[in-house]
């Protein structure tokens, strides 16, 4: 079976702050959870990403911490530290005050001097450059000697240490840099758009590689169905046919779906005619929903208030929940009010209606999307083929 990416460009697993989620973390806190072992085993093939039986407590960059069901490797768990001093490194870059984060953290937190910055222009590069740098094996081997120079004075007796982010964006290095040290040494949750981001580029495109996808650089405009294959219009005019189709152009976020009333048509002129509040960016013969079913028209040529949909005046918010219906893998046809689509189109990730957003609900829909197409794939050949005859089937 040949399998094609279509990558548009960044999208929201791209600005991941590395902790790993399943229902926001703080409604999931005694929730029993795990991954299906398939999700376990693709997510095992990433080689970036921890995912402790019993959870992980992280530090954030905000001056909390906060429970979570994984977390990316470079980032430092605390859980088991309960009691012992913390280092956290003092040095001078943007965003990053020790000292502060330190009270905010708690008592067993202290903030230490060291000399980690090599070059001037260290003050100022972003975090994702200055995490370049640590792929280097001799430049990690330095900052190591540095860490174990300010750990030497007498009283010292720190159980970890916290960086700032900063440990790799090929890798995540934290592990081989505690092994230099001698202590856990790792980074907090970032904000958005930092190493972690990138950390889960590098890592996507490795396993790809490994499982002969062929990535192309095309961004997906239109989705319909053919005689007996699908057709995918490109921006750039290309056409892709394939016989099936898994859509993981994401949600607000990412891309997939836009907050476009009909009072945005034209600016301070009257609405044509009344719309949903979200449409797709990708025309495809799917449905929108939220709740369980088709979004409603409003009953207004304005539509719906802006606060009635969203976060924090909606406990419940219709933005939160708006996407494509769908069921539990990601097959769209037997839903659809649109009319027939057939049953080779799928969606996952925060594309689809009522799913959690977060990075690990994404994945696990994502992996359960593409064994559910896979599957339907092979069960229509071994109908129609003999099992060692028959063409390939198209990417």
Do not use: N
């Not at 219009?233 to 056409?239: K, L, Q, S």
């Not at 606060?307 to 839903?335: C, N, Q, Y």
């Amino acid at each position: 079976m040949r399998v094609t990416v279509a990558d548009g460009g960044t999208g929201a697993s791209t600005l991941a702050t590395g902790a790993l989620d399943v229902r926001f973390w703080q409604h999931a806190a005694a929730e029993p959870w795990s991954l299906e072992p398939a999700a376990r085993e693709a997510l095992d093939r990433l080689e970036g990403y921890v995912l402790p039986q019993e959870g992980a407590v992280l530090l954030s960059v905000s001056g909390i911490a906060r429970p979570a069901r994984g977390y990316d490797a470079a980032l430092l768990d605390v859980r088991t530290l309960a009691g012992q001093r913390v280092g956290v490194v003092r040095c001078d870059r943007p965003g990053w005050d020790a000292r502060s984060l330190a009270l905010a953290w708690g008592e067993r937190y202290e903030p230490i001097d060291v000399a980690m910055l090599r070059h001037i222009d260290e003050r100022v590069l972003p975090d994702a450059d200055f995490a370049t740098r640590h792929d280097d094996s001799g430049r990690l081997q330095w900052l190591a000697d540095r860490l174990r120079e300010a750990l030497a004075p007498a009283g010292r007796d720190m159980a970890a240490l916290v960086l700032p982010p900063c440990l790799g964006v090929e890798r995540a290095r934290a592990r081989e840099l505690s092994e230099l040290v001698g202590i856990p040494c790792g980074e907090p949750i970032s904000l958005p758009g930092g190493p972690s981001g990138l950390r889960f580029e590098r890592a996507r495109d490795r396993a790809l590689s490994a499982a002969f996808v062929e990535r192309r650089h095309w961004r997906a405009r239109r989705v319909h169905r053919g005689e007996g294959v699908w057709h995918v219009a490109m921006e750039d005019g290309a056409v892709a046919e394939s016989d099936a189709v898994v859509l993981a152009a994401g949600g607000l976020i990412g891309g997939g779906i836009e907050y476009a009333p009909a009072e945005s048509v034209i600016a301070s002129a009257m609405p044509p005619s009344a719309r949903p509040a979200f449409r797709l960016t990708i025309d495809a013969p799917l449905t929108l929903a939220a709740f369980g079913r088709e979004l409603e028209m409003p009953s207004t040529l304005f539509g719906s208030e802006p606060e009635a949909i969203a976060w924090p005046f909606s406990k419940d918010a219709l933005m939160e929940h708006v996407g494509v219906l769908a069921d539990r893998d990601g097959r769209t046809g037997s839903s659809s009010r649109t009319g027939p689509t057939g049953e080779e189109l799928f969606v996952c990730g925060d594309l689809r209606a009522d799913g959690p957003r977060t990075w690990l609900g994404a994945f696990a829909t994502g992996v359960a999307a593409g064994l559910a197409a896979a599957e339907r794939l092979l069960s229509e050949r071994s109908r129609f083929q003999s099992p060692d005859v028959g063409p390939p089937i198209r990417p």
